[in-house]
């Protein structure tokens, strides 16, 4: 089970939200259509078809007129009166409601025509059924309602007027508004399952399918028409995302993932006003327009109650899910448009999760330049990786009873063409964000494997080196990553046990349910374990007993300061003992000084590294140290480093023990 999602099968009695709404929402019937306009490019093509269509009445009628006994001048005379709405219909300056009123009324009026010709023929009545079914593509209620009161309007006054141009039937005849209303009422029936269609047609584009609540479609037509009638005054949207949700995904399924989702949405529109939209927007995010908000305390003190409202846990069958989530807030008077606004509260929402979730978190324009620069950097990575812009460094890890060089850590550098050598802090974290650590740690293991190969066979007779490869916690969770390290060992040859791949503390706990069979199919392909950084994170004592690690490296920060009788050097002592304890071998990073390392020595850590042993270097650097190292110019101090004053920490420093 994640960490995030509890479960508790006795049935614990649990706060509902949703038993306390706060507020209902006030929803219009729900078989009427929102009348949600249609997008520019949808509208003018519906609209360019059926404006064509009344054009071509114009020819139509006229020759039915003719073909009807009408003298030719009558039968244009009567078609004339069509060229005037198909017309005006043709021109875009006066708007969608002008042009799609005049088609409606022209499509109509051609109807009227038509059962005018035919002398009130009920088969040529049968066109205004067509005409209305044509006229729901408009999606909109002004040409549909127009063409409902013409058509009882004009067959009233007209069957009132003169009778037999609208009837052929005696008792038709003989009460026209009775009839006109018959047939307005029929026609309106017919129109339910055009409004009725209109109303599914709507529903499935602008809601979603699974909470039924609006899309995120919906929720951008109504910020644009907000800021279109209201300026960008008091309003707010918010974005939420949910914190665990993949967790009680994939532990308890997708079933129960949609139900939690269902819930909350239930829960969420318990907690707003009539007004406020609530949209899903996918996933697990959730958008609120809040409309009509006072300031901004009050946005926040709704966002605030939306958090308490997530955390409490949900029941679903005979379980009990904490969900919690990040809020990202955007005021509608900060952005110009509604992408815009939808867009800032997204990057404040990342904001709220990179600060570790169950929080709120407010847009500032600089979120929108890191977002910016993030984005070029992602494109720049991409290009690097094609570009094979990336170099491995190698830092020496030595064994501290033979005082030899027993191995490398492989750090990854970036050979950037304008901004020179980059050290993984600049870019570790980009490529984890946009997913490209994948493909780029798969090159790291690649490569790290193919070098150690090759020193083996360069010096055949010495043991061969191992190597430490860095995992990104990304790395961990893709799926192809026991694939890509078996492919790296079997193509390098190099021997499973000679790689040791390094994982943190922090990554590991937080997924531990879904990272542990990686790290036991990682074991079984022969390779090592370690935990990097030991001491920074959660060190949970439990979880060391648990993992499935060979050794330890104890953080440079407490080999810093290292004297046995500080604080840090009683940490390092005990973490020593606990690893051999456990049967784990321990690495102790940042030695700098001589000091360090004869305390190192003294606590009867295994390994070392660090600048006083060898900065990170390129890989011929290692072939002149391991050159150094041969049996036959072998010294006591042989693999301990000629330079005794490392001088200035540097990240990227190539040949820096030099
Ligand atoms: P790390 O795995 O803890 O690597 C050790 C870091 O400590 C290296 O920094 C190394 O240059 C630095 N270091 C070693 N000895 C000393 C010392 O005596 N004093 C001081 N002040 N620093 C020392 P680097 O190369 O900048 O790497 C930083 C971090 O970037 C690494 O920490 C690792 O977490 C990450 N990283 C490096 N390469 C890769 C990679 O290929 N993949 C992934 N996912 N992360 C990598
Ligand atoms: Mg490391
Ligand atoms: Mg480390």
Redesign the pocket.
């Given at each position: 089970m994640g960490a995030a999602a509890q479960v508790d099968s006795v049935g614990a009695k649990t706060a509902r939200a949703e038993d306390a709404p706060e507020r209902r929402r006030v929803r219009r019937p729900w078989f009427l259509p929102e009348g949600r306009l249609l997008s520019g490019e949808l509208w003018q093509q519906r609209h360019r078809g059926l404006t064509i269509l009344l054009w071509i009445h114009v020819p139509a009628l006229f020759v039915y007129g003719v073909f009807r006994d009408a003298t030719p001048q009558d039968a244009a005379l009567q078609v004339a009166i069509l060229v005037v709405p198909a017309t005006i219909a043709l021109v875009p300056m006066l708007g969608r409601n002008v042009q799609s009123a005049s088609t409606s009324l022209g499509l109509v009026i051609a109807a009227s025509i038509l059962v005018h010709m035919s002398g009130g023929s009920i088969e040529a009545h049968f066109q205004f059924f067509v005409v209305i079914a044509f006229l729901t593509l408009y999606q909109a209620w002004l040409p549909f309602l127009l063409a409902l009161a013409y058509v009882i309007g004009e067959h009233g006054v007209l069957g009132a007027i003169d009778p037999r141009a609208v009837y052929n039937n005696p008792s038709d005849i003989a009460h026209p508004w009775k009839f006109a209303l018959i047939h307005g009422g029929f026609v309106l029936a017919a129109s339910v399952a055009n409004v009725l269609s209109w109303r599914l047609t709507e529903q499935e584009a602008l809601h979603d399918g699974l909470t039924g609540l609006p899309n995120r479609a919906f929720l951008l037509d109504s910020l644009t028409k907000l800021l279109g009638s209201r300026g960008r005054r008091n309003s707010a949207v918010l974005y939420v995302d949910l914190d665990n949700f993949k967790n009680a995904n994939d532990a308890f399924g997708h079933q129960v993932g949609d139900e939690l989702l269902i819930a909350l949405a239930r829960r969420l529109e318990g907690q707003l006003r009539a007004g406020d939209v609530i949209a899903r927007l996918g996933g697990d995010e959730f958008a609120i327009l809040l409309t009509d908000t006072e300031d901004r305390a009050q946005v926040h003190a709704t966002a605030k109650r939306l958090l308490t409202a997530f955390g409490s846990p949900v029941r679903i069958n005979d379980l009990t899910i904490v969900a919690g989530a990040s809020i990202g807030v955007a005021f509608t008077e900060d952005a110009d448009t509604a992408e815009n606004v939808l867009r800032d509260a997204d990057l404040a929402m990342y904001e709220a999760k990179r600060d570790g979730g169950g929080r709120v978190a407010e847009y500032r324009p600089q979120l929108h330049s890191a977002a910016v620069r993030r984005a070029e950097l992602e494109v720049e990575l991409r290009a690097a990786l094609s570009e094979d812009q990336f170099v491995?460094?190698y830092?020496p890890i030595v064994d501290l009873r033979t005082e030899r060089i027993v191995g490398t850590?492989?750090?990854?550098?970036w050979q950037h063409p304008v901004h020179g050598l980059l050290?993984?802090?600049e870019f570790?974290t980009a490529a984890e964000m946009s997913g490209l650590?994948v493909p780029?740690?798969g090159w790291?293991v690649r490569e790290a494997c193919r070098q150690t190969a090759a020193w083996a066979l360069l010096t055949p007779d010495r043991a061969p080196l191992s190597v430490a490869?860095?995992?990104?916690p990304v790395?961990l969770l893709d799926r192809t990553l026991v694939g890509t390290v078996a492919e790296a060992l079997h193509d390098s040859g190099l021997e499973p046990s000679r790689l040791c791949l390094?994982i943190?503390e922090g990554s590991v706990i937080k997924d531990f349910d879904a990272i542990m069979p990686t790290l036991c199919a990682l074991r079984t392909l022969g390779v090592s374990l370690a935990l990097?950084?030991f001491g920074t994170g959660y060190s949970s004592l439990s979880y060391l007993k648990e993992l499935p690690v060979n050794s330890v490296?104890i953080?440079?920060s407490f080999v810093h300061d290292l004297d046995a009788s500080t604080h840090n050097g009683k940490i390092v002592l005990a973490i020593i003992e606990l690893a051999h304890a456990l049967g784990m071998s321990v690495t102790a990073?940042?030695?700098?000084t001589n000091g360090q390392l004869d305390t190192l020595k003294a606590m009867r850590s295994d390994h070392a590294?660090?600048?006083?042993l060898g900065?990170?270097v390129e890989h011929w650097h290692i072939e002149r140290r391991l050159d150094e190292q041969r049996p036959q110019s072998c010294s006591t101090t042989a693999g301990l480093p000629t330079q005794r004053n490392?001088g200035r920490?540097s990240?990227?420093s190539p040949g820096g023990n030099r």
């Open positions: 491995l460094h830092q850590e492989a750090l990854v550098r050290g993984p802090d570790i650590i780029l740690g790291v490869v860095n995992l990104s790395q390094e943190t990097d950084d490296k953080d440079r990073e940042g030695a700098e590294q660090g600048y006083l900065r990170p490392p920490e990240v990227v």
